[in-house]
């Protein structure tokens, strides 16, 4: 199994989720997140003063699919929320030793599933 980690824009984040159900994906995990890369945030004006933004606000999905479909998720990520611009987001992938679902106590791939 692995963990599939997506930092997106937020407007891409219906997008993402109805490709990642299209690929297989059974549920994800969403977070409101803030933060920075190359594009170290921006400037803004409001009300006639300039302000810097540094942490910019960004969507974390979490995702645990069986190895089979790893692929299929990630290339339905980079498809619908690439705009071709800086700050389009990263994937990170993590192996996952176990994961067990509390309701039933089922192991491994059964708990995600």
Known sequence: MKMVI????????????????????????????????????????????EYVIEFVPKVKIEIVVPDEIVQNVVQA???????????DGKIFILDIEEAIRIRTGETGENSII
């Open 6 to 49: 997506a930092i997106i824009k937020p407007y891409k984040l219906e997008e993402v989720k109805d490709a990642i159900v299209e690929a297989g994906c059974k549920g994800m995990t969403v977070t409101e997140v803030k933060g920075f890369g190359r594009q170290r945030g921006h400037r803004e004006v409001y009300r006639g003063a």
């Open 77 to 87: 990520i980079l498809k619908s929320a690439s705009t071709g611009k800086t700050g």
